[in-house]
């Protein structure tokens, strides 16, 4: 991973030698993680990430990636080793890319803060999918930047 992200800085460095290169150098640039919540009230948070366990089994993202839990952020956990998935009745089915996952267990604050079960749905690209809980307190969109290794 370092060395791609070393490769590309490199080649954007190449890049802004020459003419027009502003615009090469930014399409390069690697997307950033992003929540867009739409409820409780429609606001966005920026950084982040997406991870997987060593057995590809656990999914876990958080956004921003060390919340303040005062301001927006969500976090989320899909499969077997997610903590305390067993004592809040969370689905501790394993994690197996693009689907639907109900009953994952997720915290947030989107404008007032939430906890508990919800829906989450990963999409083909395995990066990005959106996500709701299940008493309707809180919805949205998630992206990871990049997919998760």
Known sequence: MMRALNATAALVVAMTAGAGAAS???ALQPR???VKFVKPTEQSVVGGGCRLNEKKTTFGAAFPSTPDMKKPYLAFS???DTLMAKESHASMA?????ATYTDVLMSGNG???FAGLGTVKVSADGKSGSF???DGSASG??????APQ
Do not use: F
């Not at 394993?94 to 693009?98: F, I, K, S, T, V």
């Not at 969109?141 to 990049?146: H, I, L, P, R």
């Open 24 to 26: 090469i150098a930014i």
């Open 78 to 80: 899909i499969g077997p």
């Open 111 to 113: 404008g007032s803060a």
């Open 94 to 98: 394993p994690y197996h890319g693009a």
């Open 32 to 34: 950033q993680a992003m």
């Open 132 to 134: 709701a809980m299940n």
């Open 141 to 146: 969109t998630w992206d990871c930047g990049v």
